[in-house]
Nanobody
């Protein structure tokens, strides 16, 4: 079993920055993809960004492209989400996830979530 712990959320002003982290209890296999999702009250879970573990290739939702950056530290089994130029619409619970590439996120592993609140 893979355990994911995400952290780093908090309250920030619009235009500010936060850095989220996601630590895996075991070594991430080379064919895994890790990613970030978010969910605001009354809304569906939304894809934010992802990174292919072995190559570092990233993918982003259009809504965050140019503002958010996904990265990883393989030695620490840790993925990060650097969030800059935050907007009130970014307010949500953010979750990290991991799954083998070409496999649905729904069948993968998930963190417990961390709250991000952006004030105007």
């Amino acid at each position: 079993q893979v355990n994911l712990v995400d952290s780093g959320g908090g309250l920030v002003q619009a235009g500010g920055s936060l850095r989220l982290s996601c630590v895996a209890s075991g070594r991430i296999l080379s064919n895994y993809v890790m990613g970030w999702f978010r969910q605001a009250p009354g809304k569906e879970r939304e894809f934010v960004g992802s990174i292919t573990w072995i190559s570092g290739r990233t993918d982003y939702a259009d809504s965050v492209k140019g503002r958010f950056t996904v990265s990883r530290d393989s030695a620490k089994n840790t993925m990060y989400l650097q969030m800059n130029s935050l907007k009130p619409v970014d307010t949500a619970v953010y979750y990290c996830a991991a799954t083998p590439e070409l496999t649905s996120w729904h069948s993968g592993y998930w963190g417990q979530g961390t709250q991000v609140t952006v004030s105007s």
